[in-house]
């Protein structure tokens, strides 16, 4: 079992930045992949970001060169680097892992077992 809790969610005004945390807790994998997903409600959930346990990253076209995904592995701890960010960014985030994962080669996967409660963004024009 793997406990996510995403933090840093915050109301910024159009080109701002934020730092979104998801902190890890439970049992922890060797191989894996962590991802950032975002909703708005009545919309699909959309992929932001993905990392997998070799380090490779996968982002939607959306957020290609705005957003950066990483991870701290002696903190279990991943984050989301989210830099002149639009109103068109305002949406809940949430984190999700699913262990046993690799990614393969620019494909945002959809499927993962866990997933944290959610941290709201909202930017204002």
């Known amino acids: 079992q793997v406990r996510l809790e995403e933090s840093g969610g915050d109301s910024v005004q159009a080109g701002g930045s934020l730092r979104l945390s998801c902190a890890a807790s439970?049992?922890?994998?060797?191989?894996?992949?962590m991802a950032w997903f975002r909703q708005i409600p009545g919309k699909e959930r959309e992929a932001v970001a993905q990392?997998?346990?070799?380090?490779?990253?996968v982002y939607a076209d959306s957020v290609q060169g705005r957003f950066t995904i990483s991870n701290d592995n002696a903190k279990n701890t991943l984050y989301l680097q989210m830099n002149n960010l639009e109103p068109e960014d305002t949406a809940m985030y949430y984190c999700?892992?699913?262990?046993?994962?690799?990614?393969?080669?620019?494909?945002?996967?959809?499927?993962?077992?866990?997933w944290g409660q959610g941290t709201q963004v909202t930017v204002s024009s």
């Open positions: 990392i997998d346990s070799n380090g490779h990253t």
């Open positions: 439970g049992n922890t994998y060797t191989t894996y992949c």
């Open positions: 999700a892992a699913e262990p046993w994962c690799q990614l393969l080669l620019s494909v945002l996967r959809e499927d993962f077992e866990y």
